[in-house]
């Protein structure tokens, strides 16, 4: 796999690319591009990086592998193409962003707006086998995620980590407290979003988080 990320964060994962699972996880990736439908198109596997470069990074929020219907996937998780119906996931999303701050999200299910101003949406495993969720997990895209988000903890101060559901919450279980901002609750989907994921105020407490360190806040329209 010839990895086109953006720099600044091939300069934090380039020793990444000479892991040994590394070389097994393109070897696969190649593999099942040629055999049948992946999602996403293979030039947005690293989509979430390009579009929000690693010292631009402001908020992180995790999800765990792309969409796996046709023509959903755009490499940044919950996010779907401009005109493409929104996911429930999504749909409960801006749910709580109209509950949370009094505003309505733009029509679109395109999120690139968010990730303009510093939001990383990145997926656990960044690829999938077309109507087969998670069938590309554990061939090494974990440990590629797990490698961004650590450099992300260690390099950098001050990020807000939303994360939903059992899932992201083991994931960023090593992030540090007392440097960045964890958050917490069920994910949004239909079956876990009563749980807790409405009402979480994650989208006003990351806003609030990042005003008091003087920066600027996510317009989370």
């Not at 964060?9 to 049948?36: H, I, N, Q």
């Not at 059992?166 to 079956?191: C, F, M, N, Q, W």
């Amino acid at each position: 796999m010839n990895v086109r990320i953006e720099n600044g964060w091939r300069r934090r994962l380039e020793s990444e690319w000479t892991a040994p699972y590394f070389a097994d996880l393109a070897r696969f990736v190649r593999e099942a591009y040629s055999a049948g439908a992946v999602y996403p198109p293979a030039a947005k596997v690293f989509a979430a990086f390009d579009s929000c470069p690693f010292d631009d990074v402001k908020v992180v929020i995790l999800g765990q592998d792309p969409y796996h219907e046709p023509g959903q996937a755009n490499g940044l998780c919950f996010s779907v193409a401009d005109g493409v119906q929104q996911p429930p996931s999504l749909v409960n999303i801006f749910k709580e962003i109209r509950d949370d701050l009094g505003i309505e999200p733009y029509a679109s299910g395109d999120l690139s707006r968010w990730a303009r101003q510093g939001v990383l949406l990145l997926n656990s495993t960044l690829t999938v086998a077309a109507h087969r969720a998670g069938s590309h997990q554990g061939k090494g895209w974990e440990a590629f995620t797990d490698a961004a988000i650590r450099a992300l903890n260690d390099g950098r101060e001050g990020i807000v980590f939303m994360l939903w559901g059992s899932y992201a919450i083991r994931k960023g279980e090593h992030i540090d407290r007392s440097r960045h901002l964890v958050l917490t609750s069920p994910h949004p989907s239909p079956l876990s979003a009563y749980r807790g994921f409405f009402g979480n105020h994650h989208f006003s407490r990351a806003n609030a988080y990042l005003q008091s360190r003087g920066l600027a806040q996510i317009d989370w329209r």
